[in-house]
């Protein structure tokens, strides 16, 4: 999945996933990482983490948290985008592996679970702290939990409360079903004002589309596995019906001209300058925008035409933090995790990065913002669901999910086409990694609960 906060830089995981499994178990750190020297009765910790890239003043929470703790010294070390998941598998391969890593959802740390990386959570964090941290779904594996949840990030529609007032809709009532929304986009398109869109020309935008569309034909996560396994197909028309809807506003003119040219984040842009009347955004750029708009920038979550039970649900991804297989001191580890569950931390967490928790114990009373307390009271404290876009093989990421929505927005692709791609491209994933596909049916057990 692909994020950018108020400040930082958008940056692509999947190329990371390419770089992982090659030569992991025969490159060595041993020169790069000393011996675990004798432990004094303080234990020493290692964590590796990411995030400041892009949630500014992460840095200082993890810096103030490590110095405030007591019970046992620990060394973080933030890393480079690049190498996440690549420096975390090959220190493990070599056994010298943090005891604490930072770990993205779904696929983008579950490969390290199936290498044998990562510890299970059960038993090491206490029950209520892991429920509580909301790891999602995604961080199942064999009925165990892979990841403590540290912080959210809401995939929202946007929309301009000014530009609907222009066009004679309630600002206070967002459209929620299909038919709702047509009527709103002619509304809109009627006023002089491009209704919906964003920015397509880096691919993102339809890897969100699918985040927020596809989701609506499913029953369970599982179910989204099921079809790069090859239990289901895309050539079904309810599994290409994403497709179809965005063909249809591609065809009714509702989506805005530049699309194809803009990169997403311009296009999330268009809507806060008052040029686009609905987008889609991710919550942590809420505050920013708000505050650009005096409030003016509304949250929505996107309009409902599937008939799956997943349809309609509020959609919360989460960055979290796990326990490396290879550490030397688990018990100390896991108790470190706790700290940063205690209420204190929490609200420290939230006064440093202007953001939240993912944890359900974080005071909710304390957000200022108006427009970011509605919005997570609907994505945060409200029944939702996981970023199914987090379970895709590598392959069908870049060749299925990326190039169908960009192609249907040009007109090159129809619906149904697209559904043939993807067909065609889970097909060819299944033969070359029967391995994976292996894996993945082990997955859907869980995923499907």
Known sequence: ?????????????RSFLQTTTAGVGGIALGSL?????????????????????????LQAYVDESVAAYTAATVKPMLQDTAVVISQFQTAAAAGTPPDIQYLWNGIYHMESVWFGYLKPLNGLLSEDTLRASNPTVLSNFGGNTYRAGWYPLPMVWCYNKDLF??????????????????????????AGIE????????GYWAEWWMSHSFVQTLDTAGEAVELFIGDKDFNDPRYHEHWVRLEELRTLGFLNKDMPSLELYPGIDLVVAGKLGMGQSIGSRLPADSKATNGRIGSMVMPVFGKGKLAGKPIVDTQGLGIAEGSANPEAAAAFLEYLN????????????GWLPSSSRFDAELIEDASVKA???????????????????GQFYEQAAIPTGQQVVQGALTGEQAGELAARVAQ??????????EKYQQWVVDLSK
């Open 165 to 190: 007032d222009k066009a004679g809709l309630d600002a206070d009532a967002p459209p929620k079903t299909w038919a709702e929304l047509l009527e709103a986009c002619d509304k809109l398109k009627t």
């Open 375 to 393: 919005m997570w009271k609907t994505w945060g404290q409200s029944p939702n669901i996981t970023n199914v876009t987090n379970l895709m093989p």
């Open 428 to 437: 060819e994933w299944r033969d070359f990694n029967p391995d994976l596909v």
């Open 1 to 13: 999945m692909t994020y950018k906060t108020n400040f930082a830089q958008p940056f692509g995981r």
């Open 33 to 57: 990482f000393a011996p675990l020297a004798a432990r004094a009765q303080t234990p020493e910790l290692t964590m590796w983490w990411w995030g400041e890239q892009e949630l500014p003043g």
């Open 342 to 353: 205690t209420p204190e931390r929490l609200e420290a967490f939230h006064k440093a990065t």
């Open 195 to 202: 209704p919906l869109g964003g920015g397509m020309q880096d």
